[in-house]
Structures are given as C-alpha cells and as structure tokens.
C-alpha cells in the first residue's frame, strides 16, 4: 500500500475519509461534500445520530457528481483531546472502513480542524502511520480467497496544506517497516521460522548497516550457556544466539542501550508437555525476540543518532529422547546453577544467558529483555497491559512514560526478597519456577539474578504480543508489542541531541 501526500482538494475517484469533531458538526473536506450532495450529508449524519465521538464512522455513498465511490466520516472526539494516538486511530478506523470496499484509491483529508492543539504537520504524519499500521495483512498462505474478502486499496493520499508532513512521516514510515517484520515473523509456523530461518532473518538487517552475527551451539557451549542450550537439546533445530549492534551515535565508544529478545520458535513445553488445546499458538512464543528484531529495524531505517545492541535467543523446546527433564541441573553462563523443575518455564533459562552474555560483552548502559514470559502476567494484567519489572525507578519511569505515549501500555509490579525465597532449592543456586502465587514476579525475579548492577528491566508481554480483535491501528492476529515502545524510549533518553 502506498502512501502520499498532496494539497486538500477534493478527489474525482476512489473513497474519501473526513474527521469531524465531537458536536461541531461538519467542517471542510466534508462541508464541501455536503454543498455538492445538497445538504444530502448533513441530513445522513443526523439520520444515524453521528455526532462525531471518537472512532464513530458513518459510511455514505458519494453525490453523483462528484466522481467518487463513497465518503467516510470518522469521529475525532473533542479537539483538544486530539493526540498522536488519536490522529492514528483517525487514519487507520478510516482505512478499516473501505479496505475492502473495492475502492482502490483512498484520501484522507487532514485539513480544516478547528481547535487542534497538535501541529498540522505532526496530525497528517500520524494519520497516515495509522493508516499504513492499520493496512498490514498476514495473507501469504491464502490460495482460494474469495475477491471481496481481499484488500482493495492500493494506494492511500494524504490531504493537507502542511509542508512539512512527508518529512515528519519518514521515520515513522521507517518504524513501520519494523513493526511489520515484527508480525510477519511472529505470524509464520514454526515450519518456517525457527532457529535457523529466524537467524536469517535477522541477517536481512546487515543491509541497512546493522552489523549481524549469530553464535551457533558449539559457540555456545564454549561460553557455558548451559540454560539456554538446555532448553533446545530436545530439537532437531539447532539454537542460536544473534548478536545485532546499531552503532549511530557520534561517540562510538558509549555504552549502548542493551535489548534482548526470548525466541523460543516453538514451546512444547518439552517434557512437561503443554495440554493439546492452544498449542499452535505456541508459534509466537518467540515475539519478543520478534520485537527485539524489529525495533532494530526500525532503529536503522530511521538512522536513530543511538548505540544499542539487541541479542536474542532463539530456541525450539521439543520433547524428545534427549530432551531436558525436570529435575535436571544446568549451569548457566554466570556460573550459576539452575534445578529444572519445570521444563516448560524454559524462556527464563534462555533470557538468563542472553542477558549475562550482553553485560559481560557490552557494559551496556541498560538492559531491557522483552518476552511472553507467564501465563500468570495475564492472569494479572488481561490483554491490556504488559507487565514491567525493573531495578531502577528511573528506568521503569521511563519505559512507562514511552509506552504511554505509543499506547503500548505497561504496568509496574513488584519485585523483593520474599518473592526470591521461592526460587530456593535443596540441590542447585536456584529452581527455575517458584510457587503457583505471584508467577510472573518470581520469574522476574530469576532474571533478575543475572543483571548485577546493570540497570535493568523485564517486559512481559504475554497478555499483549498477540490480539484475538482488530484494533484502529492492528488488525487482529501479531501485535509487535515492544517495537514503537522501545523506538519511542531510544529517541526520547539515548539518542545524541
């Protein structure tokens, strides 16, 4: 889908999307649409009771005359509750609307909206990320889909009289190149993306200057990454660990920022096998690995003025005749011990390594790890919230304020020695579960014996990396929670001013 912008004049084809403000009534592109159709909008709005709330649509047919298929009016809400987020859902509700409507050509007029506190730039800019994140479409593996099941709009413009927008849509254009590798990885089966194909994959970014390098098992076991190896001795699919360095800031020497990713392809369970039902969802056990990779992504593209390095671990865990069991004991690469008690709390036995390894090598200013840790998180949190566990308060702080303003939402927990003291165990440093209560904190908390004094944080993104219902901006299926969250944190606290 390709995505322009021109000045405000009203189109002769295609469908047209217009705000409307909350109980202001109509106001250009669709005043104009109105005086063409006769006052036949004004009277359609009333007849629907379209009053303009946040995210109303109306859909109604074009005057003949026009040369267009059909306008979509798209309620705004109050003016000065407009923000970033909301000129997004603006975008993308109004995409959503005629996606599929047979309409190959799509205007969004961004002119004439009394009362904005945002820049005009800044509202177009973001209407149109909305509209592109809102287009995004899994549909590879479709091969009998009917015609007007599939996306009809081919190409999207932008209306405004700002200037300014196409440059202020560039990085954003870039991050959604990121968040899209993101659900494209996390979207595939695990008979194309594992270990070694997601290891690729991750190749893929040398071509936008990240400097790429993947550690095999042999590698590995040299360093004494017995945790994560563990993990992976019951598949055929060799594990790997993927090294990926931005170097963008002026010092070359300063200490990146650290992101690392769990990339369990496939979870089983292994020996502690998971019940049947809901397996297959287990192919995106690895999206935090997935938005590690598109964070990159999008880091690169929009040649982010930052050092970071993101490390993901990338495992299958199988059951199989040499297959880790429970009550095996692993050494993991800080020389710590670990009783598996479990062998389907595996992505902290993969994260511990991963972490350990990026602050011995990097000295990194910080370490953030995203991964769909705990079923517990959900428990907690439902679909809405990831979880955030950090060392630091000012890390939390700011994680929590970047997630806010992306709408990728997290919510602090807690973390303490009471909560440690279920990770004891009669024969080893450590077990790799606790008790039944507070599961996500205790795994939080097995993390967090493997960080030192870096300052750290732990996302769990269980509830968030995946959506079972379409959204103004995601269509249901891979969320890539994590990937604008972790570009917002970059640009507003590591990137040279």
């Keep these: 889908m390709k995505i322009s912008f021109a000045k405000p004049q009203l189109p002769s084809e295609g469908a047209l ?30 007849a629907a009771k379209f009053t303009g709330k946040k995210d109303q649509t109306l859909t109604i047919l074009a005057p003949a005359d026009s040369g267009l298929g059909r306008v979509v009016l798209v309620g705004l809400g109050k003016a000065e509750s407009i923000d970033s987020q909301a000129a997004q859902s603006f975008g993308g509700t109004g995409l959503a609307a005629v996606l599929t409507s047979g309409d190959p050509n799509l205007a969004i007029a961004c002119d004439d909206i009394p009362g904005l506190k945002m820049s005009p730039e800044s509202f177009a800019a973001q209407a149109a990320f909305g509209a592109r994140l809102r287009g995004y479409r899994f549909g590879k593996y479709f091969t009998k889909e009917k015609k007007d099941d599939k996306p ?7 209306l405004t009289a700002a200037s300014g927008a196409k440059a202020a849509f560039a990085p954003m254009d870039a991050l959604a190149d990121g968040v899209f590798l993101t659900r494209d990885v996390v979207s595939e089966p ?66 990146p920022l650290a992101l690392i990713g769990k990339g369990v392809c496939f979870d089983s369970g292994g020996i502690s096998i998971k019940p049947a039902g809901g397996m297959e969802e287990m ?38 005749g040499t297959a880790q069991r429970p009550g095996d004991v692993v050494t993991s690469m800080s020389g710590q011990t670990i009783e598996v008690i479990n062998t389907d709390a595996e992505g902290r036995l993969v994260l511990c390594d991963a972490l350990w390894y990026a602050k011995e090598r990097f000295k990194p200013a910080a370490m953030i790890d995203l991964a769909t840790l705990t079923g517990a998180i959900i428990i907690a949190l439902g679909n809405e919230y990831a979880g955030l566990f950090a060392s630091q308060d000012k890390l939390a702080e700011r994680i929590t304020a970047a997630g806010g303003k992306v709408g990728e939402p997290v919510w602090r927990l807690p973390l303490g020695d009471a909560y440690d003291k279920q990770l004891k165990s009669d024969i080893a440093d450590m077990k790799n579960v606790g008790g039944r209560e507070g599961g996500s904190i205790t795994a939080a908390q097995f993390l967090k014996r493997f960080v030192a004094d870096t300052p750290w944080a732990h996302i769990d993104i269980a509830g968030t990396a995946w959506t079972k219902k379409d959204s103004a901006t995601c269509p249901k299926g891979a969320s890539a929670f994590g990937v604008r969250l972790l570009d917002q944190l970059v640009a507003d606290h590591y990137e040279d001013k």
């Design 17 to 46: 999307v217009v705000g409307v403000l909350e109980g202001k009534g109509l106001t250009g592109s669709a005043k104009a649409i109105d005086d063409l159709a006769a006052g036949g909008i004004a009277r359609a709005v009333a």
């Design 283 to 320: 192919k995106w056990d690895m999206a935090g690995a997935g938005a590690v990779i598109g964070a990159m992504k999008a880091l690169a593209g929009r040649k982010a003025k930052a050092n970071v390095v993101g490390i993901v671990g990338l495992v299958e865990n199988m059951p199989s």
């Design 152 to 158: 009809s709009i081919k190409k999207v413009t932008v």
């Design 190 to 255: 695990a008979n194309v993306i594992h270990p070694e194909s997601l290891a690729d994959e991750c190749r893929k970014l040398s071509a936008l200057g990240v400097e790429v390098e993947v550690l095999g098992e042999k590698q590995m076991r040299k360093l004494g990454m017995g945790a994560l190896l563990g993990v992976g001795q019951g598949s055929d699919r060799e594990s790997q660990l993927v090294v990926m360095r931005w170097q963008g800031a002026k010092d070359a020497t300063a200490a």
